[in-house]
Nanobody
Framework: QVQLVESGGGLVQAGGSLRLSCVAS????????MGWFRQAPGKEREFVAA????????FYADSVNGRFTISRDNAKNTAYLQMNSLKPDDTAVYYC????????????????WGQGTQVTVSS
């Protein structure tokens, strides 16, 4: 009954752009935050960006600040991650998460996760 589905990943050259989407179904958005995390092979899952569902307040990891933009469309139960000026270090599986009630940058704050979408940035 509860699902998060990411889309928009793919292969892009360094300096290019991608926009990720996350569509939610079920009773998820009674939560406060929606976030994006990423995990590269052999590395820990890391916080990328988050947005408060009600007010649209945004938060970014230092590594992506100024290059990525998170947004949401409440009517469509959809969150977006616009990624510009992509670097090879951005290569990872990107996960959408929803319904956080604690710190927005912690995995444990989120109750629902998507399956992930692969982003590969070539040099």
């Amino acid at each position: 009954q509860v699902q998060l589905v990411e889309s928009g990943g793919g292969l892009v050259q360094a300096g290019g752009s991608l926009r990720l989407s996350c569509v939610a179904s079920g009773r998820i958005f009674s939560g406060y935050y929606m976030g994006w995390f990423r995990q590269a092979p052999g590395k820990e899952r890391e916080f990328v960006a988050a947005i408060s569902w009600r007010g649209g307040r945004t938060f970014y990891a230092d590594s992506v600040n100024g290059r990525f933009t998170i947004s949401r469309d409440n009517a469509k139960n959809t969150a977006y991650l616009q990624m510009n000026s992509l670097k090879p270090d951005d290569t990872a599986v990107y996960y959408c998460a929803a319904s956080a009630y604690g710190n927005y940058n912690l995995v444990t704050s989120y109750g629902y996760w998507g399956q992930g979408t692969q982003v590969t940035v070539s040099s």
